[in-house]
């Protein structure tokens, strides 16, 4: 860590964060760096290890500097008993801009399937008011409606009107372009239109997104009152829920796999293109 901070150039903000393994105590001769809102009172070696770092660098532990009327938001780390919590995922920031960060608490409810809690930072970023242009975002035509012969003839028989309009005009050639680019364009979107937005996860149905909502009413159950047999409800319908994702996903790319393989055999690897003498 030390290696890969120092080689970051010294005029960028620079931010830590992250499971250090480090809990950080309420030493008065180190208030300045660790505040006096950690969770533990004593600093374990890996915190002072973390502590020597951050003081030879000016950094701020910024995860230990926030009061929270509940000690449940500062927990990071819950043990395996269930019993045993530890604040050992921290947020460090350079000294000069300790002031951007606003807040640094765990969220509970958030279900991470994991030991660890989500730790939320509220950072606020003071940045230029400089304006960037915006660039629309591009769209592609819908090709495979070229495949439907209609589509087809009526997008060709356009082609060939704007060759045989282009053969009698004398234009500059920057016209030609721009003439032959808008006739193209405005075909295309009334021939084939454009594509639809395509899903990336179209093997997530209606099953899974149930195991999930389950999972997660299990999660909060389990966080408003966490006894032993809530946990082993949660961790059961976890299992269960990571077995149907895993299921749906394994047979929607099967199933991909399959039809590649069948359009190779039939020589559609590539999709059709538009014949024309252009």
Same mark, same amino acid.
């Given at each position: ?17 992250? #499971? ?13 760096? @660790? ?77 991470? #399937? ?53 053969? !009698? /005009? ?8 721009? #003439? ?16 639809? /937005? ?13 195991? @999930? !909502? ?39 790319? !099967? ?10 055999? !039939? ?12």
């Amino acid at each position: 860590m030390e290696e890969t901070y120092d080689s970051i150039p010294s005029n960028d903000l620079k931010v830590i964060l992250g #499971d250090l393994n480090a809990k950080i105590g309420k030493e008065k001769e180190h208030r300045g760096v @660790i505040g006096s809102e950690s969770l533990h009172d004593t600093t374990n070696h890996n915190g002072i290890k973390l502590i020597d770092f951050a003081e030879s660098r000016t950094l701020i532990i910024s995860s230990t500097y926030f009061p929270h009327k509940k000690n449940i938001h500062k927990r990071t780390w819950a043990a395996p008993d269930g019993v045993t919590f530890n604040q050992i995922d921290h947020v460090l920031i350079e000294k000069r801009f300790v002031t951007n960060i606003l807040d640094v608490r765990t969220l509970r409810g958030a279900n991470c #399937d994991s030991d660890h809690y989500l730790v939320q930072v509220k950072y606020r970023c003071k940045i230029s008011c400089q304006r960037y242009k915006q660039y629309e975002k591009c769209k592609k035509f819908n090709t495979d409606k070229i495949t439907e012969s209609d589509k087809r003839e009526a997008f060709q028989n356009k082609i060939k009107e704007i060759n045989d309009n282009r053969a !009698n /005009k004398e234009v500059m050639v920057e016209g030609i372009w721009v #003439d032959f680019k808008t006739a193209v364009i405005t075909e295309a979107e009334k021939t084939l239109g454009y594509q639809e /937005k395509r899903d990336n996860r179209e093997w997530f149905d209606e099953e899974c997104r149930e195991s @999930i !909502n389950l999972k997660i009413k299990k999660y909060m159950e389990y966080m408003g009152r966490p006894t032993r047999a809530r946990n082993e409800a949660y961790k059961e319908e976890r299992r269960k829920a990571d077995k149907i994702c895993r299921k749906k996903k394994w047979a929607f790319v !099967n199933e991909q796999l399959l039809q590649m393989e069948e359009d190779f055999k !039939n020589n559609k690897t590539k999709k059709p293109l538009v014949e024309s003498n252009i």
